[in-house]
């Protein structure tokens, strides 16, 4: 974006801040870089577990870049509760399931604030109207964040699950979860660490005060942050069996699924499916989550990694996933990095080079990651300035610690009249979670799959409180809820699919995932 351009944003950034003025709140920043580098204090891990590691991590939130190689990402962000202005906020849709003259259901918000006091209200227009009101009345001044390389500076952090689709043009959920399908923090106060660099930043927001002793104080725990010396991993304070994880439905009945899938391809219905299951296993109730993440982490590091835990709905999230759902920057930029194409890692140098060719040059992988591309600029052209949607990145074939996948990335200029949350409705859930046409094909999912996707092929993510956000999508991802883990995974289902090959592709996508339960 050039100068002029900066200049078009910033104005049309103030008309938007002066247009909600009346109902808004206006949100001051002050920020520190930290005169430590992250090596200094012993990394991402030390740091996150010295700061917010306390009472097994209860209410905190990590945004873990725990995977930096080739530049797929940057910036991790790490907090917990204790600001004024945190707050939780909790969405559970209505039972009623959606008609077709009304498409947002509605359903149950709640609201706890930093001393504990709850708020229940009805919803009627959805999620993710609230949550663009709330962004839409927030003003702020972009002078506060000036010097600063990243994006998020407080806001919402949390994820929208997969059933959350009826606020997004589908007609209905079959099934219900049992999360909530959406949850997120509001957080003030910030830790930020960035990779590339060795940098470490404090941020704050406030409303009414300029003394803020958050910044002073935990400018002083990095400062004096120590350096563990080398030991052991620690484990769950109560062993988990090592039996392995009940799958949703037995290989014979996904092979069933999938020959259906091809039924309906081959009838017009769809041109791809992205066909999930789930597993599931009980862990109980004392298993320590954080360090079941930290081991997760460990063993398959990811760019868009994440961990989330709300302990009054006994809930945590243990997310690896390497894909990106959709970006929107400062400069209103969108961006998204959908992943279609999947293959195994060589045990040898020469095998995994191999494997890595067989993927690239994959005719089935290629039609996958094309319509799942084709599907994203349409969606990202209904929300951006005519002509600017193009493809820098098509078909790149990106390495993780047990898998080779091929990833696209889009691009396109928002706007000006659409909002951050406009954007994400537009193209939610990701594409390389539904198939395309995306509509029809959740539809088709819908009956096939016998429950609630849940958190699984949702996003986790952040949006800032100056309209910028980041989201992945919710994949290679171990939920605990209550005394359960689950772990979903699938693929897409094309003409060109063969079951057998699918089937097996779907459990790859759980190894690492699986293996970290089991062996942890």
Known sequence: MNGLDRKKHATLSNL?????????????????????????????????????????????????????????????????????????????LAEKSCSDSKLNCGGDLSIEDVKGFVTSTYLENGFFDFLNQELQSFRYDAADYEGLPFDFYGGYIGYIGYDLKVECGAHSNRHKSTAPDACFFFTDNLVVLDHHTDNIYI?????????????????????????????????????IPREGFSPEKSRENYIEDIEKCQKFIKDGESYELCLTTQMTRR???????????????????????AWLNFPKQNLSICCSSPERFL???????????????????????????????????????QAENLMIVDLLRNDL??????????????????????????????????????????????????????????LRSMEILDKLETRSRGIYSGCIGYFSHNRTFDLNIVIRTIVINGEDASIGAGGAITALSKPEEEYEEMLLKTRA????????
Not at 83 to 91: I, M
């Open 381 to 438: 052209g209904l929300v951006c300035e005519a002509g600017s949607v193009h493809v820098p990145h098509l078909m790149e074939i990106e390495s993780y610690a047990t898998v080779h996948t091929m990833v696209s990335t889009i691009r396109g200029e928002k706007r000006s009249d659409v909002t951050a949350v406009d954007c994400v409705r537009a193209a939610f859930p990701g594409g390389s979670m539904t198939g395309a046409p995306k």
């Open 513 to 520: 995932p699986t293996k970290a339960v089991v062996e942890f």
């Open 16 to 92: 938007v801040n002066s247009s909600y003025s009346r109902n808004s709140k206006l949100l001051k920043l002050k920020w520190r870089k930290i005169e430590r580098s992250i090596s200094q204090v012993g990394g991402a891990e030390n740091i996150f577990r010295e700061l917010f590691g306390d009472n097994r991590a209860e209410n905190t939130f990590w945004l873990d870049s725990s995977s930096t190689e080739m530049n797929r990402a940057r910036f991790s962000f790490m907090g917990g509760k204790g600001g004024p202005l945190w707050k939780q906020v909790t969405y559970k």
């Open 203 to 239: 941020t704050s927001l406030y409303e009414n005060t300029s003394t803020n002793p958050w910044l002073d104080e935990m400018e002083h725990k990095l400062l004096n942050l120590k350096i563990p010396p080398l030991k052991k991993k620690s484990v769950s304070s109560k062993k």
């Open 283 to 305: 862990v109980g109730e004392k298993i320590n989550s954080l360090d079941l993440y930290l081991n997760l982490r460990e063993k398959n590091p990811a760019p868009y990694a």
């Open 327 to 365: 970006r929107l920057d400062r400069n209103g930029i969108l961006e998204a990095k959908p992943i279609k194409g999947t293959m195994a890692r060589g045990i040898s140098p020469e095998e995994d080079e191999l494997r890595k060719q067989q993927l690239q040059y994959s005719e089935k992988d």
